[in-house]
């Protein structure tokens, strides 16, 4: 059972994204599923500059969450 107040912190990290390059990282990778190749051809760049930029995006959200 996910609370509302679990998704509203998620939802502010994410939004902290918006103007970033990796929201639309994270949007492709978690929300539809996409695997870092196909994320990839749809970019135009590498699978490991995907792999690389996800791992930012990640650490990036989890900075957010931690200052909640």
Wanted: hydrophobic residues 35%; aromatic residues 8%; charged residues 30%.
């Amino acid at each position: 059972h996910v609370t509302k107040t679990f998704i509203r912190i998620i939802n502010d990290a994410l939004s902290s994204l918006k103007d970033d390059p990796y929201y639309d990282l994270i949007r492709m990778r978690y929300f539809e599923g996409k695997t870092q190749v196909e994320i990839s051809q749809i970019t135009g760049i590498s699978q490991a500059q995907v792999s690389r930029l996800e791992k930012s995006a990640i650490s990036k959200l989890k900075k957010c969450l931690s200052n909640d």
